[in-house]
């Protein structure tokens, strides 16, 4: 199994700017497929970007497509969320996820993901 472990997160203005690492330990990180996903006060948890394990296909929601860059280290183990032009909407908790794979498709999804990380707090003030 992959222990998973979110940092970056914190306290912003909108149209300002963070970056989300994701630090994987266990198994092998390049055989995961993995995800971000958020979670806002009262709201179920939704599906925010995806990279396949090779880093070459990646895949946004519509919410954060053109703002959000996903991008993965495989010699480091690190998963990463740049996340620019930061909206108050944007305001949840972020959490990465990892799914074992033997193909290079990412996937979107909350129920395919066997693996999460704590969340890490972000918060776009207006």
């Known amino acids: 199994q992959v222990q998973l472990v979110e940092s970056g997160g914190g306290l912003v203005q909108a149209g300002g700017s963070l970056r989300l690492s994701c630090a994987a330990s266990g198994r092998t990180f390049s055989t995961y497929a993995m995800g971000w996903f958020r979670q806002a006060p009262g709201k179920e948890r939704e599906f925010v970007a995806a990279i396949s394990w090779t880093g070459g296909s990646t895949h946004y929601a519509h919410s954060v497509k053109g703002r959000f860059t996903i991008s993965r280290d495989n010699g480091k183990n690190i998963l990463y969320l740049q996340m620019n032009s930061l909206k108050p909407e944007d305001t949840a908790v972020y959490y990465c996820?990892?799914?074992?794979?033997?193909?290079?498709?990412?996937?979107?999804?909350?129920?395919?993901?066997?693996?999460w990380g704590q969340g890490t707090q972000v918060t776009v003030s207006s």
């Open positions: 996820a990892a799914k074992y794979v033997s193909d290079t498709y990412y996937y979107t999804h909350e129920y395919e993901y066997v693996y």
